[in-house]
């Protein structure tokens, strides 16, 4: 019996693990350990990547989000409208800055949906942060002709879709700013916290620059409270590196994500879906099934562990009470959070293990569900 983890995150950095450690020496040596050469280098070499103008390294993805929002001054009294089934920082990200999260419902590919959107924006709004979830670009085009309709502003969460696009056009690259987190779990992941937010947008970019670094214009100037949230130099130099490599990761996890396509097909389960205008990255492989309990825990007893991503909507989490809402408020997020499962889609892992678990998934529902 094989064992397949969900996440292996030793391995992440073995095939280039000579160059990485080369690297940490240098930044060790360098003795530039906060912000400088190492950081600078990589916000140039990940604004490239997605050709914008400016990118700017955080402490995380969630004071990526965070410092966006302050970036264009939206606090109490404000509205900021994101779906019920994100990771829960980006809803706390838009409470931190102490305006009202609005949530809207997902359509059956886990994305937000524009009509949903459209419904729900009130003078209030300020602004619209669509999650790219599971690797999935969200149907940009209609949030984007909501948001111009109404002179919203729009907020990318990337953390998820790094390298993801829409008729060749990168996730990213659409709102005002866009997010991103380096946490170790993400594609494009650091060895420990780390975020960034690109935009095409110099004052932006001055903005958020103040708000990581204290509210320093210089060494002895502070213009405005801010924060200590920098993405640390190490980590910086470590990414630059990964980046590099970034596309083939992707291309990996696309070949393996072929291999669940062949092999699930025919089978009663929802496979996700690749629209052909759409490049999907995969950070998870998320089907949706009825049985969703007993396959797991028939993948587990035979050296399978697949996740939930994520089991509880975050309008039902203790911490969104008084935002309001209730059981019933989001029913298609609410029906995919008891269906959904993510089987394992780590880089690492090649197209045998990918039919392994295949033919386990058809040996389940072959023998009954
Ligand atoms: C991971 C993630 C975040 C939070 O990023 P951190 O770096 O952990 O703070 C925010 N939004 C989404 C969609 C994520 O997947």
Request: glycine share 8%; hydrophobic share 40%; proline share 4%.
């Amino acid at each position: 019996m094989r064992h397949i983890s969900a996440v292996n995150l030793s391995t992440s950095a073995i095939d280039y693990e000579d160059n990485i450690i080369d690297t940490i020496v240098q930044v060790l040596k360098s003795g530039k350990f906060i912000l400088g050469q190492y950081v600078e280098q990589f916000e140039n070499n990940f604004a490239r990547y997605h050709r914008q103008d400016y990118a700017v390294g955080v402490g995380s993805g969630t004071d990526a989000l965070v410092f966006s929002l302050k970036a264009l001054d939206i606090g109490p009294g404000d509205e900021v409208i994101t779906v019920p089934n994100s990771f829960i920082a980006t809803v706390a990200a838009i409470e931190h800055v102490g305006a009202k999260a609005i949530l809207v419902d997902v359509n059956d590919d886990q994305n937000m949906d524009p009509q949903c959107l459209e419904k729900t924006i009130s003078k209030k709004t300020r602004a619209i942060i669509p999650v790219h979830l599971n690797g999935k670009p969200a149907p940009m085009d209609k949030i984007m002709q909501i948001a111009n309709a109404n002179d919203i502003d729009v907020i990318e969460d990337c953390s998820q879709a790094i390298g993801a696009s829409i008729h060749g056009l990168s996730v990213g690259t659409f709102g005002i700013m866009s997010c991103y987190s380096l946490h170790p779990l993400k594609n494009l992941g650091a060895f420990g916290d780390g975020g960034i937010v690109i935009t095409n947008r110099k004052e932006c970019a001055d903005k958020i620059k103040l708000l990581r670094n204290h509210g320093l214009i210089d060494r002895d100037t502070c213009v405005q409270w801010g924060y200590n949230s920098r993405l640390d130099s190490l980590q910086a130099a470590i990414l630059s590196i990964k980046l590099e490599h970034i596309d083939e990761l992707i291309h990996k996890k696309r070949d393996l994500a072929k291999v669940y396509f062949e092999e699930l097909s025919g089978l009663p389960i929802r496979l996700p879906i690749e629209s052909n205008d759409e490049y999907c990255v995969w950070y998870t492989f998320v089907i949706q099934t009825v049985s969703r309990e007993e396959l797991r825990d028939y993948l587990k007893i035979n050296g399978v562990e697949a996740l939930v991503h994520y089991p509880i909507p975050i309008h039902l989490q203790l911490a969104a009470k008084k935002l309001g809402y209730s059981p019933g408020s989001f029913p298609v997020c609410e029906a995919q959070a008891g269906r959904i499962l993510s089987l394992p889609i780590r880089a690492d892992l090649n197209k045998d293990d990918i039919r392994y678990i295949s033919k386990l998934i058809r040996c389940f529902f072959e023998s009954g569900g």
